[in-house]
């Protein structure tokens, strides 16, 4: 349980924030997407470049519905300075990798990120903010999501099996999460 802040104001401040957080990360998976899917080679290579199109395609769409409501939420309240907010997640190594390292790297960063999306939820429930609730809630079921397609092309690549045998990546965010 967390501790309520006082006040609607401070409540309001809280979510922004929360909202505003999430809104880095996204932009920061997204950046370190990119480079996977520029620098991946080896023989899984067009298959993790698929996947993190989806990805992308998918944060982009989660990104967009933050931001709407964060925009609206920003409306309601005359929101002071908060000070400059960073994404939460550690950058992207750099150097050569091989399909298995960026898997293994790509899991640890979603990893931190749903925790991160969790703890924004458990803090909307908290504080009573339902919209932002079911908004946090469709974001863990497309980071659950995100984070058994990796773990599936993970342990695919680790046995050596063919990429053909792995389920494609299909969007599924507007399909409506429950």
């Not at 698929?50 to 964060?70: N, P």
């Not at 050596?160 to 792995?166: A, I």
């Amino acid at each position: 349980m967390i501790a309520t802040p006082n006040g609607p104001r401070m409540r309001e401040t809280v979510i922004i924030l929360l909202l505003n957080q999430t809104l880095l990360n996204i932009s920061e998976m997204e950046r370190q997407l990119n480079q996977v899917r520029v620098r991946v080679t080896g023989p899984h290579a067009a298959a993790l470049r698929a996947l993190v199109e989806g990805f992308v395609s998918e944060l982009h769409d989660c990104a967009h519905l933050i931001d709407e409501r964060l925009s609206a939420r920003k409306k309601l309240v005359q929101l002071y300075d908060c000070g400059k907010q960073e994404s939460g997640l550690p950058g992207y190594p750099r150097g050569p990798m091989d399909c298995q390292e960026h898997l293994e790297n790509l899991l640890s960063r979603y990893a931190l990120f749903a925790r991160s999306v969790y703890h924004a939820l458990g803090v909307a429930k908290e504080l009573g903010f339902h919209e932002e609730v079911e908004l946090f809630g469709q974001l863990v079921c497309v980071m659950n999501r995100s984070i058994w397609f990796l773990e599936i092309h993970w342990e695919a690549n680790a046995v050596g099996m063919d990429s053909s045998h792995l389920p494609d990546w299909t969007p599924n965010l507007h399909a409506g999460y429950s």
